[in-house]
């Protein structure tokens, strides 16, 4: 089953919107597999954003990504890389679509409150990156159980 790394980014925790961004992806039907409150250190950032190496923003986006607490998940489902793209919206926050966390939710392309993996490979890199294999759960859903 495909994984992806999800995070609510510092903006996203001081905003209060772990909760709501939490809800919308377990209602569209994925399964939370390993969640976590995170200091994220300067090393774990550059790692994270290697492919940003260089580019005028990146000294920024480190700085902001490690301010303060971010919410680190790993979520499964059938397609969840791409889905949750869609989900997320837009990097610049002009161009997301109403309906998506950064269309409703974010006025900044600098703080858009939450980072989803672009690929699958991305997403094996970034879970080892803040995830151990003990820290994540894998279990099967039995609904009928408890309703
Ligand atoms: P993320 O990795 O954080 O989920 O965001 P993303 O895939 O939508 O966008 P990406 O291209 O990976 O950029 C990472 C973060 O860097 C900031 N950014 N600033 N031109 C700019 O000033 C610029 N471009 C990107 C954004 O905060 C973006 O989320
Ligand atoms: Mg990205």
Redesign the pocket.
């Known amino acids: 089953m495909e994984r992806s790394f999800l995070m609510v980014?510092p903006d996203g925790v001081q905003r209060g919107f772990i909760g709501e961004i939490v809800k919308r992806f377990e209602q569209k039907g994925f399964q939370l597999v390993g969640a976590k409150l995170i200091q994220i250190t300067k090393e774990q950032a550059e790692l994270h954003?290697a492919?940003?190496t260089g580019k005028d923003?990146f000294e920024r986006?480190v700085t902001f990504i490690t301010s303060g607490p971010a919410f680190a998940m790993v979520w499964e489902g059938d397609q969840v890389v791409a889905l949750s793209r869609i989900m997320?919206g837009k990097?610049n926050s002009m161009d997301a679509a109403p309906g998506t966390i950064r269309g409703d939710f974010a006025v900044h392309?600098?703080f858009?409150l939450?980072?989803?993996s672009?690929s699958l490979e991305s997403a094996q890199r970034e879970i080892a990156n803040f995830f151990s294999e003990q820290e994540l759960v894998s279990y099967s859903k039995s609904i009928q159980t408890w309703i």
């Open positions: 980014k954003y492919e940003h923003f986006l997320i990097t392309t600098n858009n939450i980072h989803g672009d």
